[in-house]
Nanobody
């Protein structure tokens, strides 16, 4: 079992920055690839960014590439999402995800979500 707790969401003006954090407890943090997803009102949950458990590979959705950066600190069991040049369309609830490689997605762990609101 893994518990994920997100923090760092809030209200920011367009063009501003926020940093989200997700701290994991339970099983060894380095077992998991970590990711961020987001869900806007009335829309499906979409992939934002992910980082391999060894920290050597990162992946981004085209809509955030160049503006968002994902990073992890295994010593602190924490993954971060630095969000710069925020746009109104980045408004969503952001969810942290832990995925153990070679296991089905239905077994992934999710945080409770943190709201990010970008004002025009």
């Amino acid at each position: 079992q893994v518990q994920l707790v997100e923090s760092g969401g809030g209200l920011v003006q367009a063009g501003g920055s926020l940093r989200l954090s997700c701290t994991a407890s339970g099983r060894t943090f380095s077992t998991y690839d970590m990711g961020w997803f987001r869900q806007a009102p009335g829309k499906e949950r979409d992939f934002v960014a992910s980082i391999r458990r060894n920290g050597n590979s990162t992946y981004y959705a085209p809509s955030v590439k160049g503006r968002f950066t994902i990073a992890s600190n295994n010593a602190k069991n924490t993954v971060y999402l630095q969000m710069n040049s925020l746009k109104f369309e980045d408004t969503a609830v952001y969810y942290c995800n832990a995925h153990e490689p070679a296991t089905p997605a239905k077994d992934d762990y999710w945080g409770q979500g943190t709201q990010v609101t970008v004002s025009p």
